[in-house]
């Protein structure tokens, strides 16, 4: 079975950091991208990093370029998060998907979804 894991979210001051990780388990993790998204109520789903099974294609949506940053440790079959610099309007809920196809910003090309976790960037 598929699972994807998410932790890591809670409240931050505006300025400050957060890691968020993603534990994956039921598939062949290194022949997998792995992408995160967030999510504010009543809008649509946002891509935000993206990392490939190899680890060596990597993309950032405009928003959050130079502050976020993804990577992934195979021997944990873990994927990171690290935001930075965050900002109100980083407040949202985050998930980790997987694909087996190529990296991709765009929800509907990935398969499997965390449960997500909630970043609250406060003011």
């Known amino acids: 079975e598929v699972q994807l894991v998410e932790s890591g979210g809670g409240l931050v001051q505006a300025g400050g950091s957060l890691r968020l990780s993603c534990a994956a388990s039921g598939f062949t993790f290194d022949g997998h991208a792995i992408g995160w998204f967030r999510q504010v109520p009543g809008k649509a789903r946002e891509g935000v990093a993206c990392?490939?099974?190899?680890?060596?294609?990597?993309t950032y949506g405009e928003s959050v370029k130079g502050r976020f940053t993804i990577s992934k440790d195979s021997a944990k079959n873990t994927v990171y998060l690290q935001m930075n610099s965050l900002k109100p309007d980083d407040t949202a809920v985050y998930y980790c998907?997987?694909?087996?196809?190529?990296?991709?910003?765009?929800?509907?090309?990935?398969?499997?979804w965390g449960q997500g976790t909630q970043v609250t960037v406060s003011s």
């Open positions: 998907a997987t694909t087996a196809g190529s990296i991709s910003q765009q929800q509907r090309h990935y398969n499997y």
């Open positions: 990392i490939s099974s190899s680890g060596f294609r990597i």
